[in-house]
């Protein structure tokens, strides 16, 4: 069973960058497809990006796209996903996930981690 642990959150200004990670404990970030999603105030959680177990077929939200920058660092075990030009609407608790073959905007990942909060000011 692997459990996923994000940090980077935070408090940023709009217009500003942040990067999350999130490490697998106990299994290899190779070995999953990888992904985010993330919860604002009063919304459901949301499909953001999600990368391949071979590091391919990247994809991400309309709103993601251009700004967000998922990837893998096998060396570091992680994930990542820079956040450039921020918007108060990014605002959210960043969810990590992962599963065996893939993970999609519609289903519903095999393993999330606790989250961790993004909170852009404007």
């Known amino acids: 069973q692997v459990q996923l642990v994000e940090s980077g959150g935070g408090l940023v200004q709009a217009g500003g960058s942040l990067t999350l990670s999130c490490a697998p404990s106990?299994?290899?970030?190779?070995?999953?497809?990888m992904g985010w999603f993330r919860q604002g105030p009063g919304k459901e959680r949301e499909f953001v990006a999600r990368i391949m177990r071979y590091g391919s077929n990247i994809i991400y939200s309309d709103s993601a796209k251009g700004r967000f920058t998922i990837s893998r660092d096998n060396a570091k075990n992680t994930v990542n996903l820079q956040m450039n030009s921020l918007k108060p609407e990014d605002t959210a608790v960043y969810y990590c996930?992962?599963?065996?073959?893939?993970?999609?905007?519609?289903?519903?990942?095999?393993?999330w981690g606790q989250g961790t909060q993004v909170t852009v000011s404007s």
């Open positions: 996930a992962a599963d065996y073959n893939s993970v999609n905007p519609t289903t519903r990942p095999r393993f």
């Open positions: 106990g299994g290899s970030v190779s070995s999953y497809a």
